[in-house]
């Protein structure tokens, strides 16, 4: 275990890189396993959650040779098992998707149910009816026993399937199962967020037939075969850009934030800019800045699916909130228990309210150095961008779930002028950022 030492109070300034997406990466390197050839994946984050996703990948035989900074080979054709019950499946959410590749790759899957962040219920009964209507018949072909999911089909056929509640785990699943089903699969209500047009696009360049990602209604037309063979980037993530774009509005610093997609901020630009703050753009940058003697606007948010404003952005953009001149709210719409960080912040000075899915933020606030907790991956860069805020000294314990999500954040902000080390818990000893 680890913990963040953060000396806050600095301004940042300069420029920083956004990296591959968390949630498209996972979504790509589950569809790969499905393939009949190699590929090749580039931009990859060099994360704790996509390290377990690529062991698990190998445990099934798949073949995974990195060949340098964020980019892997890999090879699935000698993978020789629809069993997916390493450990670590059971510490990631997105290991659910293996579920839709095992499927469409034996007819069969078996694994453990998935882990992941503790801050609602996450059920995957979609999935499961959904794969149903594509063939998995009978209540026995899918079962839960035991903290065990197995699926069988005798046959993967297309189906038309309408999503109850809009799902990103259920379309992702769904779309991998569909790729090679015989006939034409129709989800309608489908989730519309960026990386799900990544995980479309990807299969559709090793020779799926996807069609309207990133719209309510997607059709798949199973082939037989997906050769692979080429190389495919992954985009950019939304959520570290947006983290970072954060970052620079708490410490009313002026900061560039490069290799990101400038129209998948748009939910955060647009609160920024009703907040005070300069915003300025290009292809693929975006600059935050505010002028001297600004006093921040209060505003609204609420989380919504995309293009709605994200939750995984919740925890962050409520520090953010803090520091504004009256009365905000932060309104919660997607998960139903994400507020669990609130007494952390509290602690460090915040005067928030929790009235059901609804957080009051009190500002501003002048935040105050403490110890405490990353209490799950987003809450964690929460606790992150408060203590950047603050006067004195701020340490984050379980800043490994911080690392699940955040490549080499520690030397990012370093880079832009934060005080911040990582610590080794055990004997308080500072490890170098090199070293990570």
Known sequence: MSKYRIVGGNRLQGDVSVSGSKNAVLG???????LDGPCTIENVPDIVDVHA?????????????????????IDPTNINTFEATHPKVKNIRASYYLLGALLTRFRKATMHMPGGCNFGTRPIDLHLKGFRKMGAMGTKATDIRDGIIRIVADELRGAHIFLDVVSVGATINLMLAATKANGLTIIENAAKEPHIVDVANFLNAMGANIKGAGTDTIRIKGVPVLPGGYSYSVIPDQIEA????????VTRGDVT??????????PLTAKMIDMGFDIDQGDDWIRVSLKEGTQLEPTNFKTRPYPGFPTDLQPQATVLLCLANGLSRMHELVWDNRFQYVPELESMGASISIIDRCALVN????FCGA?????DLRAGAAMVLAGLAAQGVTTIASANRIDRGYERIV????????????????????????DE
């Open 28 to 34: 790509i390197l589950a569809a790969a396993m499905m």
């Open 53 to 73: 996703m690529l062991e698990i990948c190998e445990t099934l035989g798949a073949k995974i040779t990195p060949k340098g900074e964020g980019m892997y080979a």
């Open 242 to 249: 947006g983290t970072y774009m954060i970052a620079a509005a």
């Open 257 to 266: 934030i490069h290799n990101l997609i400038p129209k998948h901020m748009e």
């Open 363 to 366: 500002g501003p606030v002048s």
């Open 371 to 375: 110890s405490v907790t990353a209490l």
């Open 411 to 434: 030397e990012k902000l370093s880079g832009i002028g934060a005080q911040i080390e990582r610590i080794d818990s055990d004997d308080e000893h500072v490890v170098p950022v090199d």
